[in-house]
């Protein structure tokens, strides 16, 4: 069974920076794509930020320059950098674990609440 397992979210002033990590267990992150997303209320889930098996990195427009995603596969751990964090980054962050060729999976975290006051 894999689990993804979200921790680092809180409440931080307009400009400052967290970190995020996600832990998964029984299973290797070297073998998916990781995904950092997040839902604001009201909203639709959206990508921030996703890195592959090769480590090629992507990242939402209203996040670049400022998040970065990075990778330890000897400790399982995805991380989410984010810096100059603004009052829209307040949504709950989800980590996704993705694989689309054989044996294929899907999974998702708890996630973890980020809160951005102004």
């Known amino acids: 069974q894999v689990q993804l397992a979200e921790s680092g979210g809180g409440l931080v002033e307009a400009g400052g920076s967290l970190r995020l990590s996600c832990v998964v267990s029984?299973?290797?992150?070297?073998?998916?794509?990781m995904g950092w997303y997040r839902q604001a209320p009201g909203k639709q889930r959206e990508l921030v930020a996703g890195?592959?098996?090769?480590?090629?990195?992507n990242y939402a427009d209203s996040v670049k320059d400022r998040f970065t995603i990075s990778r330890d596969n000897a400790k399982n751990t995805v991380y989410l950098e984010m810096n100059s964090l603004k009052p829209e980054d307040t949504a709950l962050y989800y980590c996704?674990?993705?694989?689309?060729?054989?044996?294929?999976?899907?999974?998702w975290g708890q996630g973890t609440q980020v809160t951005v006051s102004s």
């Open positions: 029984g299973g290797k992150v070297s073998l998916s794509t």
């Open positions: 996704n674990a993705h694989r689309s060729s054989f044996p294929r999976w899907d999974f």
């Open positions: 890195i592959t098996t090769g480590g090629n990195t």
